[in-house]
């Protein structure tokens, strides 16, 4: 099992930028890989970016070049920097792992963002 706090969300207002946190705890050494997902009133949870063991990252179609995906080195922790963000960007974002090949089934609270001048 592995668990995930989230943190960092807030109020920011369009083009501006926020970092968000995720500290992560468990079974850290079986981590393949990280995401970050987002979910707005009314919408279903999407995956706005990955990040593998090996580094490799993948992003939404909409968030390429404004967001960031990373992490340190022992899975504890994992970041996505949000740049230029607009008010498509609002929703609860979470992060999840995959270990053997699936998604974690428990999620952390999320941390709110929030778009708006």
């Known amino acids: 099992q592995v668990q995930f706090v989230e943190s960092g969300g807030g109020l920011v207002q369009p083009g501006g930028s926020l970092s968000l946190s995720c500290a992560v705890s468990g079974r850290l050494f079986a981590i393949f890989a990280m995401g970050w997902y987002r979910q707005a009133p009314g919408k279903e949870r999407e995956l706005v970016a990955t990040i593998t063991r090996d580094d490799r990252t993948s992003y939404l179609d909409s968030v390429k070049g404004r967001f960031t995906i990373s992490r340190d080195s022992a899975w504890n922790t994992g970041y996505l920097q949000m740049n230029h963000v607009n008010p498509g960007d609002a929703a609860v974002y979470y992060c999840?792992?995959?270990?053997?090949?699936?998604?974690?089934?428990?999620w952390g609270q999320g941390t709110q963002v929030t778009v708006s001048s």
């Open positions: 999840n792992a995959i270990v053997n090949g699936a998604w974690q089934p428990h």
